[in-house]
């Protein structure tokens, strides 16, 4: 740990607090096909976090017997949740992130991103947020990965790094995004939100309530 030499953002709920948003996406499509159901963040956060979007709208076509097939469902919520996250005002940085990307370049440490969503959300994300120059490597979930908690955006992103998992940092939010990382072989710190906090971390590594608690982490670590 304190010979790291790279670090590993997940996106959702570590970089950015997208979660508001997708929750907004949900239940407006769900008022849209008839279902008088609203998902509050307890409930969401214990359902829907971590996992892809198409997973999640099977889950809400099975659960209120809705007459639309997966992929509609799957299409209308992206098709709301672009519209929210290509507006910068709907955007906001996690507390701390700012600080720690500033640190992790005085430090010299290579930054990515591996997250569940789709590539050109990342990046449409990360570009709305000016933060894109701190990044070394971006992945997202295209046709050939499978998503967390499977390994496979971790692994690709240490190859774009071309880092050693020994040496490899992993920020984490949820429990299939830590087990996805563990599996990969990295020490993985977890940082709950809101939505995440009942979820299972006992893969993690080390669990921090927030980015200001894992730069003092890592800073320490460094001495």
């Given at each position: 740990m304190?010979?790291?030499k790279n670090i590993i953002f997940d996106l959702?709920?570590?970089i950015v607090d997208t979660e508001p948003l997708y929750r907004r996406a949900v239940n407006a499509v769900l008022q849209l096909a008839g279902?008088?159901?609203?998902?509050?963040?307890?409930e969401y956060g214990k359902i829907f976090t971590g996992r892809p979007f198409f997973e999640n709208a099977e889950y809400v076509r099975e659960r209120f017997a809705l007459p639309q097939t997966a992929k509609l469902i799957s299409d209308a919520n992206l098709l709301l949740y672009n519209v929210l996250i290509a507006d910068p005002e709907n955007l906001e940085p996690m507390p701390g992130l700012k600080e720690l990307l500033a640190w992790l370049a005085e430090q010299e440490i290579h930054v990515a991103i591996a997250s569940s969503s789709r590539p050109e959300y990342v990046e449409l994300i990360i570009r709305n947020l000016n933060l894109l120059h701190h990044f070394d490597a971006v992945v997202g979930l295209d046709g050939a990965l499978k998503p967390k908690p499977a390994p496979d955006v971790y692994l690709r992103a240490l190859e774009q790094l071309q880092a050693r998992h020994e040496e490899t940092v992993a920020l984490e939010d949820s429990s299939s995004g830590v087990r996805a990382a563990h599996?990969?072989?990295l020490y993985v710190i977890?940082?709950?939100?809101e939505y995440t906090a009942q979820q299972d971390f006992s893969k993690a590594d080390l669990i921090r309530s927030d980015l200001h608690q894992v730069q003092k982490h890592l800073a320490n670590s460094k001495r």
């Open positions: 304190a010979d790291f959702d709920g570590v279902a008088e159901h609203q998902f509050d963040t307890a599996n990969a072989g977890a940082v709950p939100n």
